[in-house]
T-cell receptor
Framework: NAGVTQTPKFRVLKTGQSMTLLCAQD?????MYWYRQDPGMGLRLIHYSVGEGTTAKGEVPDGYNVSRLKKQNFLLGLESAAPSQTSVYFC??????????FGPGTRLTVT | AQRVTQPEKLLSVFKGAPVELKCNYS??????LFWYVQYSRQRLQLLLR??SRESIKGFTADLNKGETSFHLKKPFAQEEDSAMYYC??????????????FGQGTILTVHP
């Protein structure tokens, strides 16, 4: 039981490049979330999903897209990366009534 | 919209001293409050939630609706308590879908 895993762990992008971050959970959770963590700002919700095939915007969705084609996976895409998207990205999942379980994070640098 | 404020970015105490990490919130409805902890090189994990009213690793937190606070306390800090602590809020009810609003975080350092 791996819990929540994230791929990749680290990535460096140049401005304008695109990439996809993968989050996978093996707990059969309905809800999944993507947050970004920035110094002095805590974690902020980017997008979330309440079930397979559904997605919704969080607090800071601009510049990101997401997809939840399979219940266990939640993908976060950056179509044209900007330096302001340099951050640590965390994925989390939870059952309908439970705590959120977090992944180990992906450290992204955009130069 | 809800907001969570942790006024202390850094907090240093000596081993055995009491520690209090402050958390204030603003939300017009009925909130659920949480404390999450992130130890060095580990993932974020739930420390405690107000509805369970339990003590975890010696930590307690009481929801004070009058002062809109949810401060985290421990009477005798240990070196292994050194970590980043986040206070978080989720609106109660199914339509919130468990979304969390986090505070800015407090780095606690416990010196030997």
């Amino acid at each position: 039981n791996a819990g929540v895993t994230q791929t990749p762990k680290f990535r460096v992008l140049k401005t304008g490049q695109s990439m996809t971050l993968l989050c996978a959970q093996d707990m059969n959770h309905e809800y999944m979330y993507w947050y970004r963590q920035d110094p002095g700002m805590g974690l902020r919700l980017i997008h979330y999903s309440v079930g397979e095939g559904t997605t919704a915007k969080g607090e800071v969705p601009d510049g990101y897209n997401v997809s939840r084609l399979k219940k266990q996976n939640f993908l976060l895409g950056l179509e044209s990366a900007a330096p302001s998207q340099t951050s640590v990205y965390f994925c989390a999942s939870r059952e309908r009534v439970d705590e959120q379980y977090f992944g180990p994070g992906t450290r992204l640098t955009v130069t | 919209a809800q907001r969570v404020t942790q006024p202390e970015k850094l907090l240093s105490v000596f081993k055995g001293a009491p520690v209090e990490l402050k958390c204030n919130y603003s939300y017009s409805g009925s909130p659920e409050l949480f404390w999450y902890v992130q130890y060095s090189r580990q993932r974020l994990q739930l420390l405690l939630r107000h509805i369970s009213r339990e003590s975890i690793k010696g930590f307690t937190a009481d929801l004070n609706k009058g002062e809109t606070s949810f401060h985290l306390k421990k009477p005798f800090a240990q070196e292994e308590d050194s970590a980043m602590y986040y206070c978080a809020l989720s609106p109660a009810g199914g339509t919130s879908y468990g979304k969390l609003t986090f505070g800015q975080g407090t780095i606690l350092t416990v010196h030997p």
